[in-house]
């Protein structure tokens, strides 16, 4: 069974840009999260699809969005590229058929590291 | 509010030794709480979950326990060796929120 798929990998961005990362969640899965990791705040929220619908955002500027397909593929797009933006941005994705209390296990893809100059 | 303190920040042992890795939450109600492993470049990997009912959880060479009382949750690490060398993360369930709350991890690297 394949895992998470996140794309690219890696990525290098100047200031004012825009970028799009992608990720592909485990077949099946319909609950798709992204993951802001620097390493000093540590994983911080930024927001959860769930059958296309955004369910929950963590506290992020609007510069931050995504979206979900109906294949349960999900985007993020940060616009406005700032230097603090540079960060490894994971999403991870949960079984489930139906919204649920969030207490089940997250599977995470290996990350978009993105670079901002 | 709900917060998920890790410590220590950072750990350096020898290959070999036994570690233990602490985690202390302040979520309430409680749901359930995971330790993370995290190899450097990769993505979280799941290696334990505890319950409320749970005090004592083993996963090989990973022992993860739970005092629900005093909110506070250990991983045991047995006979380190370089592969465990990695970042250790705490998560915790509940709250009233669908999203986890998660700390800042553990740094463990173990030398040979």
């Known amino acids: 069974k394949a895992g998470v798929t996140q794309t690219p990998r890696y990525l290098i961005k100047t200031r004012g840009q825009q970028v799009t990362l992608s990720c592909s969640p485990i077949s099946g899965h319909r609950s798709v999260s992204w993951y802001q990791q620097t390493p000093g705040q540590g994983l911080q929220f930024l927001f959860e699809?769930?059958?296309?619908?955004?369910?929950n955002k963590g506290n992020f500027p609007g510069r931050f969005s995504g979206r979900q397909f109906s294949n349960s593929r999900s985007e993020m797009n940060v616009s406005t590229l700032e230097l603090g933006d540079s960060a490894l941005y994971l999403c991870?994705?949960?079984?489930?058929?139906?919204?649920?209390?969030?207490?089940?296990?997250?599977?995470f893809g290996e990350g978009s590291r993105l670079t901002v100059l | 509010k709900n917060q998920v303190e890790q410590s220590p920040q950072s750990l350096i042992i020898l290959e070999g030794k036994n570690c233990t890795l602490q985690?202390?939450?302040?979520?309430?109600?409680?749901?359930?709480l995971r330790w993370y492993k995290q190899d450097t470049g990769r993505g979280p990997v799941s290696l334990t979950i505890?319950?409320?009912?749970?005090n004592t959880k083993s996963n090989g060479r990973y022992t993860a326990t739970l005092d629900a009382d005093t909110k506070q949750s250990s991983l045991h690490i047995t006979a380190s060796q370089l592969s465990d060398s990695a970042s250790y993360i705490c998560v915790v369930s509940g709250g009233g929120s669908y999203i986890p709350t998660f700390g800042r991890g553990t740094s463990l690297i173990v030398h040979p």
């Open positions: 985690c202390n939450y302040t979520v309430s109600p409680f749901s359930n």
């Open positions: 505890m319950t409320f009912s749970e």
């Open positions: 699809y769930f059958s296309e619908t955004q369910r």
């Open positions: 991870a994705s949960q079984p489930g058929t139906t919204p649920s209390t969030g207490t089940g296990e997250l599977f």
